[in-house]
Protein backbone atom coordinates (compact mmCIF):
# COMPACT_ATOMS: atom_id res chain seq x y z
CA UNK A 1 0.00 0.00 0.00
CA UNK A 2 1.37 3.03 -0.86
CA UNK A 3 2.08 5.80 1.68
CA UNK A 4 -1.05 7.76 2.31
CA UNK A 5 -3.29 5.71 1.05
CA UNK A 6 -6.42 3.83 2.42
CA UNK A 7 -6.33 -0.17 2.04
CA UNK A 8 -9.19 -2.42 1.91
CA UNK A 9 -9.71 -5.87 3.44
CA UNK A 10 -13.02 -6.81 2.52
CA UNK A 11 -14.67 -9.93 4.38
CA UNK A 12 -16.41 -12.59 2.35
CA UNK A 13 -20.07 -12.97 2.59
CA UNK A 14 -22.04 -15.55 4.40
CA UNK A 15 -23.37 -18.54 2.90
CA UNK A 16 -27.01 -18.43 2.05
CA UNK A 17 -29.24 -20.72 4.18
CA UNK A 18 -30.41 -23.65 3.16
CA UNK A 19 -34.90 -24.42 3.32
CA UNK A 20 -36.29 -27.74 3.19
CA UNK A 21 -33.89 -30.75 2.76
CA UNK A 22 -37.01 -32.52 0.37
CA UNK A 23 -39.54 -29.77 0.29
CA UNK A 24 -39.39 -26.12 0.73
CA UNK A 25 -43.09 -25.43 1.41
CA UNK A 26 -43.94 -21.72 0.51
CA UNK A 27 -47.50 -22.47 -0.99
CA UNK A 28 -50.07 -24.50 -0.06
CA UNK A 29 -48.88 -28.50 0.32
CA UNK A 30 -50.86 -31.46 1.10
CA UNK A 31 -48.87 -35.00 1.63
CA UNK A 32 -51.05 -37.93 1.66
CA UNK A 33 -49.78 -41.14 2.76
CA UNK A 34 -45.87 -40.23 2.05
CA UNK A 35 -42.65 -41.00 3.56
CA UNK A 36 -40.03 -38.24 3.35
CA UNK A 37 -37.29 -39.83 4.91
CA UNK A 38 -33.26 -39.39 4.83
CA UNK A 39 -33.01 -35.93 3.27
CA UNK A 40 -30.82 -33.47 4.51
CA UNK A 41 -30.57 -29.71 3.96
CA UNK A 42 -27.17 -27.83 3.52
CA UNK A 43 -26.39 -24.29 4.44
CA UNK A 44 -24.47 -22.42 1.73
CA UNK A 45 -20.36 -21.96 2.09
CA UNK A 46 -19.06 -18.48 2.83
CA UNK A 47 -17.45 -16.32 0.39
CA UNK A 48 -14.04 -15.51 1.35
CA UNK A 49 -12.06 -11.89 0.97
CA UNK A 50 -8.72 -10.77 1.91
CA UNK A 51 -9.96 -9.97 5.54
CA UNK A 52 -11.61 -12.87 6.39
CA UNK A 53 -14.48 -15.52 5.60
CA UNK A 54 -18.10 -15.39 6.54
CA UNK A 55 -20.42 -18.14 7.99
CA UNK A 56 -21.87 -21.18 6.18
CA UNK A 57 -25.69 -20.71 5.63
CA UNK A 58 -28.28 -21.38 8.62
CA UNK A 59 -30.45 -24.67 7.64
CA UNK A 60 -34.04 -25.20 8.42
CA UNK A 61 -36.25 -28.54 7.86
CA UNK A 62 -34.30 -31.93 6.78
CA UNK A 63 -37.52 -32.93 4.96
CA UNK A 64 -39.42 -29.48 4.63
CA UNK A 65 -39.57 -25.47 5.85
CA UNK A 66 -42.67 -24.16 6.05
CA UNK A 67 -43.33 -21.00 5.11
CA UNK A 68 -46.84 -21.50 3.74
CA UNK A 69 -49.17 -24.22 4.75
CA UNK A 70 -48.77 -27.94 4.83
CA UNK A 71 -51.18 -30.20 5.04
CA UNK A 72 -50.38 -34.31 5.91
CA UNK A 73 -52.22 -37.48 7.00
CA UNK A 74 -50.74 -41.09 6.99
CA UNK A 75 -47.18 -39.44 6.27
CA UNK A 76 -44.18 -40.17 8.02
CA UNK A 77 -41.56 -38.11 8.81
CA UNK A 78 -37.86 -39.17 9.79
CA UNK A 79 -34.45 -39.28 9.77
CA UNK A 80 -33.83 -35.95 7.80
CA UNK A 81 -31.47 -33.68 9.06
CA UNK A 82 -30.89 -30.05 9.60
CA UNK A 83 -30.09 -27.25 12.26
CA UNK A 84 -33.02 -25.93 12.88
CA UNK A 85 -35.52 -29.06 12.66
CA UNK A 86 -34.41 -32.49 11.69
CA UNK A 87 -37.71 -33.69 10.14
CA UNK A 88 -39.22 -30.64 9.77
CA UNK A 89 -39.42 -26.47 10.92
CA UNK A 90 -42.40 -24.65 11.24
CA UNK A 91 -46.51 -25.92 12.12
CA UNK A 92 -48.12 -28.33 10.24
CA UNK A 93 -51.97 -28.77 9.73
CA UNK A 94 -52.37 -32.38 10.59
CA UNK A 95 -54.93 -34.54 9.19
CA UNK A 96 -53.79 -37.25 11.75
CA UNK A 97 -52.03 -40.65 11.24
CA UNK A 98 -48.82 -39.30 11.01
CA UNK A 99 -45.36 -40.21 12.39
CA UNK A 100 -43.34 -37.67 12.81
CA UNK A 101 -39.36 -38.68 14.36
CA UNK A 102 -38.34 -35.76 15.73
CA UNK A 103 -40.25 -32.92 16.37
CA UNK A 104 -38.18 -30.52 17.77
CA UNK A 105 -38.79 -27.55 15.56
CA UNK A 106 -42.40 -28.44 14.29
CA UNK A 107 -45.69 -28.55 15.78
CA UNK A 108 -49.01 -29.46 14.78
CA UNK A 109 -48.76 -32.75 14.85
CA UNK A 110 -51.74 -33.27 17.40
CA UNK A 111 -54.09 -34.96 15.09
CA UNK A 112 -55.63 -38.27 16.24
CA UNK A 113 -53.61 -41.16 15.63
CA UNK A 114 -50.29 -38.59 14.98
CA UNK A 115 -46.90 -40.44 16.39
CA UNK A 116 -44.24 -38.04 17.93
CA UNK A 117 -40.63 -38.80 18.27
CA UNK A 118 -40.82 -42.18 17.32
CA UNK A 119 -38.51 -44.33 14.98
CA UNK A 120 -40.51 -45.84 12.42
CA UNK A 121 -38.06 -48.26 11.77
CA UNK A 122 -37.90 -48.01 7.49
CA UNK A 123 -35.58 -50.29 5.77
CA UNK A 124 -33.03 -48.51 3.06
CA UNK A 125 -34.34 -47.20 0.38
CA UNK A 126 -34.42 -49.59 -2.70
CA UNK A 127 -36.62 -51.66 -5.15
CA UNK A 128 -39.31 -53.36 -3.45
CA UNK A 129 -41.35 -53.91 -6.33
CA UNK A 130 -43.18 -50.98 -8.57
CA UNK A 131 -41.69 -48.75 -10.86
CA UNK A 132 -39.84 -46.43 -8.17
CA UNK A 133 -38.04 -46.93 -5.49
CA UNK A 134 -39.10 -47.19 -1.78
CA UNK A 135 -38.93 -47.63 2.17
CA UNK A 136 -40.01 -50.79 3.33
CA UNK A 137 -41.49 -50.83 6.77
CA UNK A 138 -39.77 -52.97 8.84
CA UNK A 139 -41.36 -55.66 11.19
CA UNK A 140 -42.54 -54.27 14.69
CA UNK A 141 -42.78 -50.47 12.78
CA UNK A 142 -45.26 -48.39 14.46
CA UNK A 143 -46.57 -47.12 11.14
CA UNK A 144 -47.87 -50.70 10.52
CA UNK A 145 -51.79 -50.73 10.58
CA UNK A 146 -51.53 -46.93 12.12
CA UNK A 147 -53.14 -45.15 9.37
CA UNK A 148 -56.80 -43.66 8.28
CA UNK A 149 -58.46 -46.38 5.90
CA UNK A 150 -60.59 -43.71 4.28
CA UNK A 151 -58.03 -41.75 3.43
CA UNK A 152 -56.27 -44.26 2.02
CA UNK A 153 -59.58 -45.88 0.14
CA UNK A 154 -59.94 -42.63 -1.56
CA UNK A 155 -58.49 -40.19 -4.14
CA UNK A 156 -55.71 -39.81 -4.93
CA UNK A 157 -54.21 -43.08 -2.76
CA UNK A 158 -57.04 -45.51 -4.73
CA UNK A 159 -56.16 -47.93 -1.91
CA UNK A 160 -52.81 -48.47 -3.89
CA UNK A 161 -49.17 -47.74 -1.98
CA UNK A 162 -46.44 -46.49 -4.17
CA UNK A 163 -45.40 -49.12 -5.45
CA UNK A 164 -49.18 -50.05 -6.96
CA UNK A 165 -49.57 -52.32 -4.64
CA UNK A 166 -52.93 -52.86 -2.68
CA UNK A 167 -53.61 -51.02 0.85
CA UNK A 168 -55.07 -53.19 3.94
CA UNK A 169 -57.74 -52.70 5.94
CA UNK A 170 -57.22 -55.58 8.28
CA UNK A 171 -56.87 -53.76 10.57
CA UNK A 172 -55.63 -50.64 9.08
CA UNK A 173 -53.80 -49.52 6.30
CA UNK A 174 -50.29 -48.21 6.92
CA UNK A 175 -48.70 -45.02 7.32
CA UNK A 176 -46.30 -43.81 4.71
CA UNK A 177 -45.87 -44.87 0.90
CA UNK A 178 -45.32 -49.13 1.34
CA UNK A 179 -47.82 -50.97 2.70
CA UNK A 180 -47.03 -54.14 3.91
CA UNK A 181 -48.29 -57.37 2.15
CA UNK A 182 -49.71 -60.17 3.87
Known sequence: MAPGGVGFFAVGGDGG?????????????SLLNA?????????????????GCGSRGTT?????????????????????TGQNGPDCNGTVSSGGHNLVG?????AGFTGTGDLVN????LGP???????????ALLAGSPAIAAADD???GAPPVN????????????????????????
Open 17 to 29: DGRGGGIEATGLE
Open 35 to 51: TIASNQTTGGLPGCGRG
Open 60 to 80: YGGAFDVAGSVALTNTILSGN
Open 102 to 106: NNSSC
Open 118 to 121: LDPL
Open 125 to 135: LQKNGGPTSTM
Open 150 to 152: GVC
Open 159 to 182: GLDQRGLPRQDDPQCDMGAYEVQP
